[in-house]
């Protein structure tokens, strides 16, 4: 059962500045909700943002409610998505079927909240990986009551089983083609008149992209993420030396004079470590859950009003991402920029603090990166101390683990037919951008990881780690 965690400051923020409030205000969109900005069209399912939730569950007249929790950049969530909307469709058919043979229903309302938008609403429910379904019913919701939904993140089969079971009804996705929704929910880059991304001609990947990326996953630690007391090697230490560790390798643009984004991250790191206390804010109710610990959040307002990366205003970053811009809206995107930082900052780690640098960053990934089916694989992939000796292999891993994912990934997109329609996941590098990366006999285009046993690519280490020298250093 999750518990309604209301969030309030029991202290005076101590860099004591003007309420965020009027900015936001001020304008329409928050920068980091506009770069992220994807907003699955509806059909079958109702949209509930913070101001709008507590009265439409109120004023529904249904008995149960069903609540996809999702973050529109997040992959796993954009494949789930079709599939729950075939169950929200079978919901509908199923209560129509039911009234018109005058029999009793127990009306469902399938509903949907975007934590990028609505982070308030996801925080009271301690939403902090996506997506995640929560039930109850309709009184259940009011009161902060509600049940996760532990199967069904697959398919509607699943989540309407999960439902039959516990209401004693037939809801029956299976009849409900996939495809009509997804022509629905997913359509053409042609059709949603995107911007259309060129492919770059240049043979270095863009700071900018890794710039953004660490702008929103900080956000999202600040905002989405609960600090329990210090024990160890917790969230709060993983932020820290991450911060750290990007204060120390961050990439700077090569045109910009100075070090101006290791310095903000470098004066972040400090007001951090000397105003945590101040800065956090207890989360009410947080000690009934779980093992009794009492729970604390950041206040990204207040951080954001005070600092700024690389010292950008904020208003800077709603030109959103540059190499790493998607066909339309949803693609590529912040899952790129980050792919972008992970292999800039092993290009710029030496040979005895690879390990550890290695490390720091997988642990932000397990405990910040929100899309819970892309953490939970990329932790799956095999690391050991000697993966990550050297310099070198510290690149050649992340190397391979970008390819790893990106078979995944690709896979999954091929199944789903959701992917990036003029970025389709590839062999990486190409042989495009590294025509001597690969023996002359292994020039597939389409991706076959490095590591995979059936028909691989053969691959030239040497080559490899030329191009990412060249590429991310």
Request: with cysteine.
């Amino acid at each position: 059962m999750k518990s309604c965690a209301c969030v309030l400051p029991i202290c005076a923020l101590a860099l004591g500045l003007a309420s965020i409030g009027q900015a936001v205000a001020e304008r329409q969109l928050p920068w980091y909700q506009e770069v992220t900005m994807f907003h699955f069209p509806h059909f079958y399912v109702t949209d509930l943002a913070t101001d709008t939730f507590q009265s439409l569950i109120q004023n529904s007249t249904a008995e149960y409610v069903l609540v996809d929790f999702y973050a529109p950049w997040c992959p796993h969530c954009q494949h789930f998505a079709p599939e729950y909307e075939r169950l929200a469709l079978a919901v509908n058919r199923f209560e129509n079927d039911i009234a018109a043979n005058a029999g009793a229903r127990p009306r469902i309302l399938c509903a949907e909240v975007d934590c990028v938008r609505s982070a308030g609403t996801c925080n009271r429910f301690g939403i902090h990986s996506f997506p995640t379904l929560l039930w109850g019913k309709k009184s259940d919701w009011l009161n902060g009551s509600v049940q996760e939904v532990h199967s069904g993140y697959e398919t509607a089969e699943a989540a309407g089983d999960w439902i039959n079971k516990r209401l004693n009804i037939r809801i029956d996705p299976s009849k409900i083609s996939r495809q009509e929704v997804i022509r629905l929910r997913f359509p053409s880059s042609k059709e949603q008149s995107p911007s259309k991304p060129e492919k770059p001609a240049v043979a270095r990947a863009d700071v900018w992209d890794a710039q953004l990326a660490t702008a929103l996953l900080l956000r999202g630690a600040f905002a989405e993420h609960y600090f329990p007391p210090a024990r160890g090697a917790g969230p709060k230490e993983t932020l820290l030396d991450f911060i750290a560790l990007l204060a120390e390798r961050f990439p700077e643009a090569r045109q910009t004079a100075g070090t101006p984004c290791r310095n903000s991250l470098s004066a972040l790191h400090r007001t951090l470590v000397a105003n945590w206390s101040n800065l956090a804010m207890y989360v009410e109710g947080s000690e009934s859950v779980g093992d009794g610990v009492k729970l604390f959040k950041l206040d990204p307002d207040e951080l954001e009003e005070s600092w700024r990366l690389c010292g950008s205003d904020w208003a800077h970053y709603r030109r959103g991402f540059g190499a790493c811009r998607g066909t339309f809206p949803g693609k590529r995107g912040f899952t790129c920029g980050l792919w972008t930082l992970f292999h800039m900052l092993a290009a710029r780690t030496d040979d005895v603090r690879a390990s550890n640098d290695t490390n720091v960053v997988r642990a932000m990934i397990s405990h910040f990166f929100d899309c819970t089916e892309c953490r939970e694989h990329f932790l799956k992939i095999e690391f050991r101390a000697e993966d990550a000796k050297d310099k070198r292999s510290a690149q050649l891993w992340w190397w391979n683990a970008h390819n790893l994912v990106n078979d995944r990934v690709g896979r999954l997109e091929k199944l789903y037919q959701d992917g990036d329609p003029l970025f389709p996941k590839m062999a990486w590098p190409t042989v495009g951008l590294c025509p001597d990366c690969r023996n002359p006999a292994s020039s597939a285009s389409f991706l076959q990881a490095a590591r995979r046993p059936e028909a691989p690519i053969a691959w030239r280490p040497d080559r490899v780690m030329d191009f990412l020298d060249s590429f991310y250093g």
